[in-house]
């Protein structure tokens, strides 16, 4: 993901000289990073509710056998 990240800056700074503004640019990276930041937030809100939610259960010596 790290050869990504010069693409996204290439676009943000393409943006604000695009529209002439340097406002515009610095607004649409903050959107970017709030659109990542949320992400990583439902990933690990998934995360947990699914660990609470659907338990692995041990293998027992019946389960193994089948």
Known sequence: ???QAPIKAA???AAGVEHGSA???LERGLVRVAEVVFGCLVG???SV???KVWLIQPD???RRSV
């Open 23 to 25: 406002f515009f640019g």
């Open 60 to 62: 027992t010596e019946e």
């Open 49 to 51: 509710v699914m660990s």
């Open 44 to 46: 690990l809100t998934i």
């Open 1 to 3: 993901m790290w050869s």
């Open 11 to 13: 676009i943000v700074i």
